[in-house]
């Protein structure tokens, strides 16, 4: 099956085509939530129409999925 690799922010997911679709859906009609904090200490809250994506999906090969499989996890050097 199909693999997508779907980018949040700093990170990168990797889910089937199918999950993929389903994400996208939800993503493309969710709202922006923010948090500021004022020069009083005060939370404001803030919620509004998403202005522009965020996020991006890819599709991986099944070649580069097996590969990367089985290198796993990266260290840290």
Do not use: C
Not at 15 to 38: F, G, P, R
């Amino acid at each position: 099956m199909s693999k997508v690799v779907i980018d949040i922010g700093y990170r990168k997911y990797i889910v089937n085509a199918d999950e993929a679709i389903k994400m996208a859906a939800m993503l493309s009609t969710a709202e922006m939530y923010e948090t500021k904090y004022t020069k009083d200490s005060t939370v404001m809250h803030f919620i509004y129409p998403q202005d522009d994506m965020r996020w991006h999906m890819d599709i991986m090969p099944d070649s580069i999925y097996r590969m990367a499989k089985l290198a796993g996890k990266p260290t840290q050097e």
